[in-house]
């Protein structure tokens, strides 16, 4: 979803977009593009061990595996770099009937950064500056990543499912789903690097039902060999270049912004409240033999 700026802003650099459409036409996972069957599920193969698991079934955030910002808590925050209209809160972040819904809302407020249209919801599995020296509160390197849930629609509506590195710097990242509320049938993939100092982006968008209309599985495979991301257990897109994938610990954040460079703002017809809903998230990694 984005990368830090020098004044500890997330900015989302602009993806290269390297396989557009497959090839103009190949690019709907309804059949026109065969792609590699997607190996067992880590739930089903017992090379895999799950790690980490919440599945929302408690009435409060978990906040042994949850905080509620970026690492730049200053009771809520924001991503200026991205000039994004909301400003995230605790109080946004609502549990319930097993699952969270991070919840946006048209309510101006007043904040440490400035005054902001809107507020939204944040989890992450990170840590706070304010929090000193903690360990995050899970970070991993390499393994298989699921989030189960529902997007919102919306002109200006931006969910995200992402990974970045423990040691609080822009890259690399792994967006394992990025949506923009205006073309909830298209899903958004990238990957954020570095190489030989200098900034490198890659990206896939690829046409695919309404996200918004039902519960899906986002996921990415994350090892030294390959970056494969998956939508309800299907492959969607891989990079196998093992020469710049990350071999840094992550942690995983999930997101409901609102408008900024990339969306654009809000309409008369964005519906408020927007609800992002999370069923579970899982994460297994390989069993060393």
Known sequence: MAGRSPHGRLIRP?????VVLAILGGASWLGQRVLPTHSP???????????????????????????????WDRGGCTNLGNNELQWYRRGNVVPGN???????????????EGAFPYTSG????????????????????????????????GQGLWPAIWLLPSDHVSRPEIDIMEMLG???????????????????SQGEDRKVA??????????VDWSP???VWYLDGREMWRIDEPGIISDEAMYLIINLAVGGDWPGAPDA?????????????????????
């Open 225 to 227: 060999e390959a970056i």
């Open 41 to 71: 599920h880590p739930s089903t193969d017992a090379t895999w061990k799950l790690v980490f698991e919440d599945q929302f079934d408690a009435a409060e955030l978990d906040g042994s595996r949850w905080t509620s910002c970026y690492w």
């Open 14 to 18: 602009i993806a290269l977009v390297l």
């Open 269 to 289: 017809e964005t519906q408020f409240p927007a609800r992002f809903e999370i069923d579970h998230v899982r994460i297994w990694q390989r069993q060393e033999p």
């Open 122 to 153: 944040l989890i992450a599995t990170g840590r706070t500056d304010a929090e000193g020296e903690r360990e995050d509160r899970f970070s991993f390197t390499y393994g298989y990543v699921e989030v189960r849930a529902r997007l919102p629609r």
């Open 98 to 112: 097993g699952s969270v819904t991070l919840e946006a809302r048209e309510e101006p407020v007043d904040t440490s």
């Open 182 to 200: 205006h073309a909830p049938d298209v899903l958004e993939m990238h990957y954020h690097y570095q190489t030989n100092g200098q900034n490198e």
């Open 210 to 219: 309404d996200l918004s209309a039902d519960w899906h599985d986002y996921a």
